[in-house]
Nanobody, 120 residues
Framework: VQLQASGGGLVQPGGSLRLSCAAS????????MGWYRRAPMKQRAMVAL???????EYADSVKGRFTISRDNAKNTIYLQMNSLKPEDTAVYYC???????????????WGQGTQVTVSS
C-alpha cells in the first residue's frame, strides 16, 4: 500500500494550490483520509479530515479557506487551498486509515509529504 501526494509548490500570499493524494495497492476499504502539516519548528498538526461518507473536519486556522474532497472510486483525496498565508507554509502529509485486502483491521498509512511555501 502506498499513498502518493502531489501538488505542492511556491505560491504568493493570497494565492491557491490544490494538493492530491492517491492510495494504491491491495486495499479493501478506507474510512478516514486527511491532511496534516508540519511547519518549521512546530509539531505535525491536523489540517482537514474526511470520512468515507463525506463528513469533513477542519482545523480552525483553515476554515473557510481550505476544502477537502474525496473520490472514493479512485481512493483519492484533494485539498483545495485558497487565500494562502505565509503561516500556511509547511510540509503537507496525507494520511489514510485503511484495511488491506484479506485483513480485518484498519491501519494508518502516511504519504511522503509535499512542500507548500507561501511567500512573496
Amino acid at each position: 500500500v502506498q499513498l502518493q501526494a502531489s501538488g505542492g509548490g511556491l505560491v504568493q500570499p493570497g494565492g491557491s494550490l490544490r494538493l492530491s493524494c492517491a492510495a494504491s495497492g491491495s486495499i479493501s476499504s478506507i474510512n478516514i483520509m486527511g491532511w496534516y502539516r508540519r511547519a518549521p519548528m512546530k509539531q505535525r498538526a491536523m489540517v482537514a479530515l474526511t470520512g468515507s461518507g463525506g463528513s469533513t473536519e477542519y482545523a480552525d486556522s483553515v476554515k473557510g479557506r481550505f476544502t477537502i474532497s474525496r473520490d472514493n472510486a479512485k481512493n483519492t483525496i484533494y485539498l483545495q487551498m485558497n487565500s494562502l498565508k505565509p503561516e500556511d507554509t509547511a510540509v503537507y502529509y496525507c494520511q489514510a486509515n485503511l484495511r488491506r485486502s484479506g485483513t480485518y483491521s484498519y491501519t494508518s498509512y502516511w504519504g511522503q509529504g509535499t512542500q507548500v511555501t507561501v511567500s512573496s
